[in-house]
C-alpha cells in the first residue's frame, strides 16, 4: 500500500507542476487544494481493525 501512496503523490506534484505553469488563478488554486488532498491522504493513518 506504501507505494501505491508513493506514486499518487508522485502524480499529484506533477498536476500541481502543470497546474502552476499555467496562468490562471483557478488552476492555481485548485491546484494546490488537489495536491493538499492528496498529501493528507498519502499520511492519513488507516485503522487496522
Known sequence: MKGIRIE??????ILLGIALSTNN?????LGVVGF??????CFWKEKNN
Not at 8 to 13: E, H, K, N, Q, R
Not at 25 to 29: G, H, L, V
Not at 36 to 41: A, L, N, W
Open 8 to 13: 499518487l503523490l508522485g502524480i499529484g506534484i
Open 25 to 29: 488563478f483557478w488552476a492555481y488554486t
Open 36 to 41: 493538499g488532498i492528496i498529501s493528507m491522504g
